[in-house]
């Protein structure tokens, strides 16, 4: 089967989308950008590679029972995945302990790691193994790192093996974790996958058909943040300006303007009815009211990124954040907490500062038309979307607001329809 | 190929030339008792200075030739450290963290002190707040020239008779005062009658852009074509010498079909043709130039080389109504044409050049050029036809410059042009 | 005989020491412990570093337990001191030779100037600005893939280090992503940080006139790549003039606590001793 890929590498995330010869998606993947583009861009493109298979076993079983079973499948393999990342963590641990020679303390501190290991293990069997599981961030560290500072405190002793002796060891081989390509391909992880749901012979059968079907990459187009440092030759190399606006079209065909807000960037875009793009706007080389600003808030008030949205969700009384500067706003953080306003009244304030400042940006490339696209990561922030909504509202009246839950993958998508008109 | 390029060189040889020997007068002037006048570049009026027998100096093009030779980040520092906030116009703050390194030249020469600061109202309000600085410092006398901005398009006939009076009644009698030397009328006609000479063949190599391939970059290359006009050499016998040696080269290229030196090489190959608004980035000049000429995309018309004064319409400087013409030159040059007016010279380029598209970039120093050019930017799309980019920098402070961002910026216009045309071939 | 106790709670970790303060003579360090918060409710940590420090010490009885930073509203402190005053003298406990502190927090940094007593002369912080900090390198050495303690050498490494904006930490955030995606190296990435925060400290310094050693205090002093780049920094604004001397201790992460014990003690006997701040048979 002939595919195409699109690989988005952002500041934060990389992303990769695969199109079968129709243009339909078959595949996703996406990972933490670090420093290392190219190891990026070649993890998220083998996780989409992983998740094509799957949709190629899905094509295989029709039934609701069998729908039943392949999601169970799913699971399987994504425990797989994670028990695997999490051995070579314990594994890493271990050789670290070696290393730092703790003496006496040292079979203590083994014995530590293994029963978080060990906890971490039961706790993600059973996430994967309830029938829906809850949602929560797709990436590793994520995952792992809470429970792991979790157990890490309830088993800590301050006399003996403490709490930052045992995040050090976390934090140190993480690092490697991540920066090493999965050793497993998808054969052995799906084979281990299928033992754990007992070999339906359904499965089994799809499976190797779908193994065995050739995927024969025609083209890649790349774009993003990282986009210069891919081994792509020029004319496979898009902006992420247009990837936006043609992954948004395709999502949405009525849309008309793409407002996106990345990591570093925002980006105010308006394409025409075939999703080319006519005009756009983006921030100057202040990275104000962007993605990474929550980031900071997030540190700011020693929180996880993820916990914003829903305690800002909370507010009674927006807070006026007079400060659309990344650390001004955090110096207004503190003024007002000291003050004694409610942090969730604060934070609806600063996610209606961005949003605001986006705002000034629609405004800049020609406002906002019917349908309106919200793309990126930060459209999975309920609180941004609020504020976005309120205002959009306010400025434009009723507007049709287009948010996607896979927003985040708007970009690789456009470049791999790139990739597809460039192969066709 | 030695050769060649020696030959291509020498307007550029001249310009150096001249430079160097300007500044070298400037620090021998405490000595050789050349008065020195401080006046800005926007509608300058170099004649009438030299008639008097004083050398200029510019303070704008110390600025400019700081950043581009990397010491005005050190400057600016100066300057905000003497309390001067993040918010003012990076030329001033350059200029004076300058002066308080020593007042040394960007070639390394030292700065007389002025004898006179000409300050020549066009358009640029932190002009006024510019020179009461340096009135502060060198404590010296300052005469205003009131340029009356054209709000209704074009400069009325009592407008020209308030600047022609303002001349006679203050400008001259303070040449004549802080130089010690009488007005002669004949004298300024000498130098008028040059300017227009050399102004003439400026014209033909701006205009020589209307070729495909252009020959020229109207924008990165031209500033440096501007460079004397605009500075200390209009009416002089150098400058004529060099707008000669200028458009004899520019016309060779033509001929032999040659496309601009860009700092990526020759660029034969034009695939974008753009318009461009608003002065460059000094600091990272190249690297800025280079973002358009590796993608194939080639200047062929800006408003920035018309900073000074502007002659593509006809404008000459005339030695038969000489203290008129002066009149006419600054009430002409670009900053003080209003918004309508830039537009209206924005689409004719576009149109005059057959230009793909246009390029704005908003300097955060500048008000006067950059306020009002958002809605520019929409008035020149709806009309010309043509997608505008807008980029963000500034003149001399490395700080507002994100090559990434602007890359990001120039790159996805320059695809959106691309898939333009793309989508109006299928 | 008096042992006293400091806290210094910081936005990034607690910091614990157990002091023998003798009426004559020189105060000394029994034991200390400095636990990061990570996400934990600060009352625990205080808890973990508190008792993580007395049993090292393995005494029963605290006379007096003082508190600095923001450590003001522990249950069990017996008297709250100034961060400033109390980097002071801590440092000045931990090398007499200092005359000003440079404390590198990891939400801000402050500088301080003191006399040969541990007297604040003058005292700047980093106001508003992240760009200085702790945090913000942490956050830089995970997205460079790096971990803290391999910072330091790998900055020395530098060949070509690259120029980081100095005016704030999302500019210099976005100046890193941008030299990673032109393929800049880590070491000369790093240096460039180290550069860029060292010329703000330096600029920090050079405003409150600090001449003698300077004391860098906290959890980056470890950090001997931003030492390194603090030096060359000083002596180039030094412009000629004295180079202050850039001095730190083992112990400078608790630079602060250790102050604050001192100044416990001191407080301690001016009021008249009392009864024990506390002891190892009360609940806390």
Not at chain 2, 178 to 197: M, V
């Amino acid at each position: 089967m002939r595919c195409v890929i699109g690989i988005d590498l952002g500041s934060t995330t990389t992303k990769a989308v695969i199109l079968d010869e129709d243009g339909a998606i078959i595949g996703r993947g996406i990972t933490n950008s670090r420093s290392n583009y190219e190891l990026a861009s070649a993890v998220a493109r083998s996780e989409a590679f992983a998740d094509a298979r799957f949709r190629l076993v899905a094509r295989e079983v029709r039934g609701e029972l069998d729908q039943a079973l392949l999601g169970r499948l799913e699971r399987a393999f994504r425990l797989e995945q994670t028990l695997g990342q999490l051995g070579r963590l314990h594994e890493l641990i271990e050789e670290e302990i070696e290393r730092r020679q703790y003496g006496e303390l040292g079979p203590t501190v083994r014995e530590a790691v293994g029963s978080i290991v060990k906890a971490i293990e039961l706790e993600e069997r059973a996430h994967f193994g309830s029938e829906n599981p809850p949602l929560r961030s797709s990436f590793f560290r994520d995952a792992v790192g809470s429970a792991y500072n979790r157990y890490a405190e309830e088993i800590s002793d301050p006399k003996g093996v403490t709490f930052d002796l045992l995040l050090g060891l976390y934090d140190k081989c993480i690092i490697r974790v991540e920066n090493e390509p999965m050793d497993l391909g998808f054969q052995e992880l799906i084979d281990n996958a299928l033992d754990r749901i007992e070999n339906p012979t359904l499965m089994v059968d799809a499976v190797r058909a779908a193994a065995s079907t050739e995927l024969d990459e025609a083209c890649m187009v790349g774009t993003g943040y990282g986009r210069a440092t891919l081994p792509f030759p020029k004319e496979a190399i898009r902006s992420e300006i247009l990837c936006h606006g043609l992954g948004a079209h395709a999502m949405f065909p009525g849309t008309r303007t793409v407002l996106d807000i990345g990591g570093q960037d925002t980006k105010a875009i308006q394409v025409d009815d075939s999703g080319i793009v006519t005009s756009f706007q983006m921030n100057d080389r202040c990275a104000a009211g962007c993605g990474r600003y929550l980031g900071y808030i997030a540190d700011e008030m020693n929180m996880g990124l993820h916990e914003l949205g829903p305690m800002a969700e909370k507010s009674t009384r927006c807070v006026k954040i007079n400060s659309t500067c990344t650390v001004f706003a955090g110096a207004e953080l503190r003024e007002r907490l000291s003050l004694g306003e409610r942090r969730e009244d604060i934070l609806a304030g600063l996610h209606r500062a961005i949003i605001l400042r986006a705002m000034s940006l629609l405004a800049r490339s020609g406002g906002i038309d019917d349908e309106f696209t919200f793309t990126g990561g930060v459209a999975n922030n309920e609180a941004a979307v609020h504020a976005l909504r309120d205002l959009v509202d306010e400025n434009y009246g009723q507007k049709t607001l287009n948010i996607s839950p896979d927003s985040i993958y708007t970009g690789a998508l456009g470049g791999a329809l790139f990739a597809h008109r460039l192969a066709s | 190929m030695a050769e060649t390029s020696a030959a291509k060189d020498r307007s550029m040889i001249l310009q150096k030339q001249m430079i160097a020997n300007h500044y070298r007068q400037l620090e021998n002037a405490p000595e050789t008792g050349d008065p020195v006048v401080y006046t800005f570049v926007p509608g300058n009026m170099n004649e009438l200075v030299r008639s008097f027998g004083a050398l200029p100096v510019l303070p704008e093009i110390n600025a400019l030739q700081s950043g581009m030779r990397q010491k005005s980040g050190d400057y600016i520092a100066e300057a905000e450290r003497a309390g001067h906030s993040e918010d003012v116009c990076t030329y001033v703050k350059c200029d004076i963290g300058m002066i308080k390194a020593g007042n040394i030249s960007p070639t390394g020469t030292r700065l007389p002190k002025p004898d006179l600061l000409l300050l020549s109202y066009t358009g640029c309000y932190t002009f006024m707040k510019w020179f009461e600085l340096l009135r502060e410092e060198y404590d010296c006398p300052t005469v205003f020239f009131h340029v009356p901005y054209q709000g209704d398009g074009t400069i009325e006939a009592e407008h020209r008779d308030y600047m022609m009076r303002q001349l006679r009644e203050e400008v001259i009698p303070a040449l004549e005062k802080a130089t010690g030397r009488r007005y002669d009328e004949d004298r300024l006609r000498e130098y008028l009658t040059l300017s227009a000479q050399a102004e003439d063949d400026l014209v033909a190599v701006l205009q020589s852009a209307k070729n495909r391939p252009s020959p020229i970059d109207a924008y990165f290359g031209a500033v440096y074509y501007v460079g004397p006009i605009f500075s200390s050499f209009r009416g002089t016998p150098e400058g004529v010498e060099y707008y000669r040696a200028l458009r004899e080269e520019v016309e060779a290229r033509v001929a032999a079909g040659q496309g601009p030196m860009t700092p990526v090489g020759q660029l034969d190959d034009e695939k974008y043709r753009l318009v461009v608004e608003g002065p460059p980035n000094w600091t990272s000049f190249r690297e800025f130039w280079s973002m358009f000429a590796s993608e194939g995309a080639n200047v062929v018309a800006s408003t920035y080389t018309k900073v000074g004064g502007t002659y593509d319409f006809g404008f000459r400087h005339d030695p038969e109504d000489p203290l008129g013409t002066l009149a006419d030159y600054c009430g002409g040059c670009y900053t003080n044409i209003n918004l309508p007016g830039r537009v209206d010279m924005l689409v004719d380029y576009i149109r005059e050049y057959e230009a793909d598209g246009f390029v704005i970039n908003s300097v955060k120093s500048c008000n006067s050029f950059s306020a009002g050019q958002l809605m520019m930017l929409r008035e020149v799309e709806k009309r010309a036809g043509v997608p505008g980019a807008f980029i963000e920098s500034d003149l001399v402070d490395p700080r507002y410059f994100s090559a990434a961002n602007i890359k990001n910026r120039l790159e996805s216009y320059l695809q959106m042009i691309d898939a333009r045309r793309m989508g109006a071939s299928a | 005989m008096c042992i006293t106790a400091g806290i210094d709670v910081g936005s990034g970790a607690v910091k614990c020491v157990v002091m023998k303060c003798p009426e004559n003579g020189a105060p000394e360090l029994m034991a200390a412990h400095s636990s990061r918060i990570r996400r934990r409710e600060v009352a625990n940590v205080v808890d973990e570093a508190w008792t993580a420090a007395v049993s090292a010490a393995g005494v029963d009885e605290v006379a007096y337990v003082a508190t600095t930073g923001e450590g003001e509203d522990i249950p069990f402190a017996t008297g709250h001191f100034y961060g400033m005053t109390t980097h002071a003298r801590g440092a000045l406990h931990l090398d007499p030779s200092a005359r000003a502190v440079l404390d590198v927090g990891a939400l801000h940094s402050r500088a301080v100037a003191m006399d040969e007593h541990g007297k604040v002369l003058g005292y700047k912080m980093t106001s508003q600005c992240a760009s200085g900090s702790g945090q913000f390198l942490e956050n830089i050495a995970r997205y460079l893939g790096v971990s803290q303690s391999e910072v330091g050498s790998l900055s020395l490494a530098a060949t070509d280090p690259e120029n980081v904006s100095s005016i704030c930490a999302v500019l210099a955030e976005t100046d890193v992503i941008n030299m990673v995606s032109r393929g800049i190296n880590t070491p000369d990435i790093l240096r460039g940080i180290h550069e860029s925060m060292a010329g703000r400290f330096a600029r920090l310094l050079r405003s409150l006139d600090v001449r003698g050693t300077v004391f860098v205090s906290g959890g980056l002093a470890s950090d001997v790549g931003l030492m390194a780049a603090l030096e060359d920094s000083l002596a180039k604004s030094a412009r000629g003039g004295a180079v202050p001397t850039v001095a730190t201790h083992d112990q400078a992460i608790h630079a602060g606590a250790i102050g604050a014990a001192i100044w416990g003690a001191f407080r301690y006997r001016k009021l008249g001793k009392g009864e024990a701040a506390w002891k190892s048979t009360m609940e806390v």
